[in-house]
T-cell receptor, first 110, second 115 residues
Framework: RKEVEQDPGPFNVPEGATVAFNCTYSNSASQSFFWYRQDCRKEPKLLMSVYSSGNEDGRFTAQLNRASQYISLLIRDSKLSDSATYLCVVGPGGYQKVTFGTGTKLQVIP | NAGVTQTPKFQVLKTGQSMTLQCAQDMNHEYMSWYRQDPGMGLRLIHYSVGAGITDQGEVPNGYNVSRSTTEDFPLRLLSAAPSQTSVYFC??????????????FGPGTRLTVL
């Protein structure tokens, strides 16, 4: 089993739609969780951290389910500018490596 | 703060040549890492370091060496370039957060072509 798994997509959704991505992780000792956004051929940039109680930033909501070992990202009222690849990132406990998922591609269609 | 800087931005090598990709951060981050990203693919971890003097292999370490003599710098050496190493290389760093790591800050990348 991969350490971090994401559905690669692509997810093609119309403007204004709500879309959700899930990401599962295998290491139950993982302690920090993030969602990143990557535009074509650019460096990934932090979208939001994921907290145990769930958190929201405008149209974006992130949740963590430790029991089932997954994190989720919900995007409401999709904009054309949301088209990108979304990467989930899992930080280990201790001094192990940080692990990136392979990313889910989102295309928002006019 | 310059954040994470990478040099060069673009590089063309011939098969068999060696070179060093530079990465530096001015945020006093303990964790640094190198990734490669091939067209249409995800990030793949090459090497990482949890502090000065400590390095470890990622999932695709073959053909690359690293060292971490200072907190700030984490150079990546290509020993004998091959066409399969044509890729975009990203360096990233992060600080400790409790028992884990904070968000990763990325450099702008080095676009490497091996002929």
């Amino acid at each position: 089993r991969k350490e971090v798994e994401q559905d690669p997509g692509p997810f093609n959704v119309p403007e204004g739609a709500t879309v959700a991505f899930n990401c599962t992780y295998s290491n139950s000792a993982s302690q920090s969780f993030f969602w990143y956004r990557q535009d074509c051929r650019k460096e990934p940039k932090l979208l939001m951290s994921v907290y145990s109680s769930g958190n929201e930033d405008g149209r974006f909501t992130a949740q963590l389910n430790r029991a089932s070992q997954y994190i989720s990202l919900l995007i409401r009222d999709s904009k054309l500018s949301d088209s990108a690849t979304y990467l989930c990132v899992v930080g280990p406990g201790g001094y192990q490596k940080v692990t990136f998922g392979t990313g889910t591609k989102l295309q928002v269609i006019p | 703060n310059a954040g994470v800087t990478q040099t060069p931005k673009f590089q063309v090598l011939k098969t068999g040549q060696s070179m060093t990709l530079q990465c530096a951060q001015d945020m006093n981050h303990e964790y640094m890492s190198w990734y490669r990203q091939d067209p249409g693919m995800g990030l793949r971890l090459i090497h990482y370091s949890v502090g000065a003097g400590i390095t470890d292999q990622g999932e695709v370490p073959n053909g690359y060496n690293v060292s971490r003599s200072t907190t700030e710098d984490f150079p990546l050496r290509l020993l004998s370039a091959a066409p399969s190493q044509t890729s975009v290389y990203f360096c990233a760093s992060s600080s400790r957060l409790g028992g884990s790591y904070n968000e990763q800050f990325f450099g702008p990348g080095t676009r490497l072509t091996v002929l």
